[in-house]
């Protein structure tokens, strides 16, 4: 199943709308496991199908593959094929793909940033509000 954002946005490029530059690129990450692929790609280098399927054990086989899919419409990866017995498949972020990685960066640093401050906030107990109430 494609992501609706992504999907939206090729809606209205293929229609001439090219109105939200932070759509578009909304729309490059939308997927769950996209952000993780081209970090990988983007840091690692050349992965395989079943390499990245370790890295991401709880992504079906079908959802994988439609995001490695949809990443090398966008030109985002390359998939190269070997004719091996058995086939060989690479995915390898693209010079596109790379001017991404500093984005996913920032993310990741707003994010873990976000989590510290959510770990040193305690939690809210609403019970204790009904005891302060009934007092």
Sequence with gaps: MTDEVRTDVQEKLLSGDYSCAKELTLSMFSGKWKIVIL????????????????????????????????????????????????????????????????IIDLMYEWGTQRLKQLTHVPPHNINEDAIKNNE
Aim: charged fraction near 25%; charge should be negative; glycine fraction near 6%.
């Design 39 to 102: 970090y990988h790609l983007g840091k690692d280098g050349i992965y395989r199908f079943g390499e990245l399927k370790k890295l991401l054990p709880n992504a079906s086989n079908k959802v994988l593959t439609q995001q490695l899919r949809e990443l090398e419409q966008d030109e985002l990866i390359t998939r190269t094929v070997y004719p091996e017995v058995p086939v060989r498949v690479d995915y390898q972020i693209t010079e596109l793909g790379l001017s991404l990685i500093p």
